[in-house]
């Protein structure tokens, strides 16, 4: 029951309006930030510390780059 809500909550995340059509901005963003938080995991496995200003700047511009991409084509989405 509760795999089934997390699945329908991802799909949800990653479709467009339509809840259908996979969105490419919204998996490109999910998997950017999937590999930033991964390099920072990998880093403190190994015993490096991590710099969490750079940390930081890499979510955040990860986080507006995506953003402004979504916005600016939320004209091109199927109703």
Do not use: Y
Request: charged share 15%; aromatic share 6%; hydrophobic share 45%.
């Amino acid at each position: 029951m509760i795999g089934e809500r997390i699945t329908r909550v991802f799909a949800n995340c990653m479709t467009g309006i339509d809840g259908k059509s996979h969105d490419i901005g919204r998996w490109s963003w999910f998997i950017c930030t999937a590999s930033v938080v991964g390099a920072a995991a990998a880093n403190s496995c190994h015993g490096h510390d991590i710099d969490l200003t750079a940390f930081g700047l890499a979510l955040s511009g990860v986080a507006a780059a995506h953003g402004i991409a979504i916005s600016a084509k939320k004209a091109t989405e199927p109703t």
